[in-house]
């Protein structure tokens, strides 16, 4: 019988994946590209984010045994990402090299607009926003980070880093705000 794991919870599909590597499949596919791209946040280096996106999925390989959502509770992106945010803090231990590629660079769901004066200002707005990342508090950055870059809903980003939904929202807002006022507002 072919089991059908689109379909399927979190949860489920994580308990599946101990012993099913057609289940463990579909669990990477369908994680792979948010924490690859909260690893690309944290590193602007495409090599680095594949190393780590790599390293957290051989973590979940080596964890999944102990994961709290295959006893009925638990928020497996949550869980997830709380390993990966592991993963980028040892990176940035062990040794962060600052090349850096420019936001606009990457790669973006939204193509590049026609007017050419749209685009100037798009870059501006881009390059004002890198340059006040390392102004944000590490607090906010982070927030941003799991919200936008990671895909993480309000309550799963919440979660990953151990504070209350509604002060989670305040972060983000704050850190918007912050954004919004330095570079957007004339």
Request: some cysteine.
């Amino acid at each position: 019988m072919e089991q059908n794991y689109a379909e399927l919870a979190d949860n489920d599909l994580a308990r599946l994946a101990r012993d099913d590597h057609d289940a463990f499949e579909a669990l990477y596919r369908r994680y792979v590209t948010p924490i690859y791209r909260y690893c690309y946040a944290h590193t602007d280096n495409v090599a680095d984010a594949e190393d780590l996106t790599a390293q957290t999925f051989m973590a979940v390989v080596e964890s999944l045994d102990r994961y709290s959502g295959m006893r009925g509770a638990g928020n497996f992106p949550a869980w997830l990402f709380g390993i990966v945010r592991h993963k980028c803090m040892d990176y940035h231990r062990a040794a962060y090299a600052a090349r850096q590629q420019p936001l606009d660079d990457v790669e973006m769901a939204d193509p590049e607009p026609e007017d050419v004066e749209e685009r100037l200002t798009r870059r501006a707005v881009l390059e004002c926003v890198e340059g006040l990342f390392a102004q944000l508090s590490p607090d906010r950055l982070e927030a941003l980070r799991l919200r936008f870059w990671g895909g993480l809903s309000m309550r799963e980003a919440a979660a990953v880093m151990r504070r209350s939904e509604a002060a989670f929202k305040m972060l983000v807002s704050r850190a918007i705000s912050d954004l919004r006022e330095r570079c957007v507002t004339p």
